[in-house]
């Protein structure tokens, strides 16, 4: 059974820096596109970063030049590396893999069939 466990998640002011992680089991990254996405209260869950198995990256907008994601294949593990935070970047952030639909990486959250839980960042001002 495909397992996602995200960590990392906490509190930090504005401006600081936070690494989250996305351990998987029965599930192997090298062979598939992974993804962060984040869902604040009221609002629809949007892409925030994806890698291929190739490891091309695509980041939208509003986090580009402040996050950075990337994997360890030899660990199973995805990570969103945080920088320059702000209070708008508070939500719930999730971990997902491709299921086996995607020939590369895409910020569309159905097209991903596998979820974590997802862990909590909180950004204050």
């Known amino acids: 059974q495909v397992q996602l466990v995200e960590s990392g998640g906490g509190s930090v002011q504005a401006g600081g820096s936070l690494r989250i992680s996305c351990a998987a089991s029965?599930?192997?990254?090298?062979?598939?596109?992974m993804g962060w996405f984040r869902q604040a209260p009221g609002e629809e869950r949007e892409g925030v970063a994806c890698?291929?198995?190739?490891?091309?990256?695509m980041y939208t907008d509003s986090v580009k030049g402040r996050f950075t994601i990337s994997k360890d294949n030899t660990k199973n593990t995805l990570y969103l590396q945080m920088s320059s935070l702000k209070p708008e970047d508070t939500a719930m952030y999730f971990c997902?893999?491709?299921?086996?639909?995607?020939?590369?990486?895409?910020?569309?959250?159905?097209?991903?069939?596998?979820w974590g839980q997802g862990t909590q960042v909180t950004v204050s001002s």
């Open positions: 997902a893999a491709d299921a086996g639909r995607l020939n590369y990486c895409t910020l569309v959250p159905s097209l991903y069939g596998y």
């Open positions: 890698i291929d198995k190739d490891w091309s990256t």
């Open positions: 029965a599930l192997t990254y090298s062979s598939r596109s």
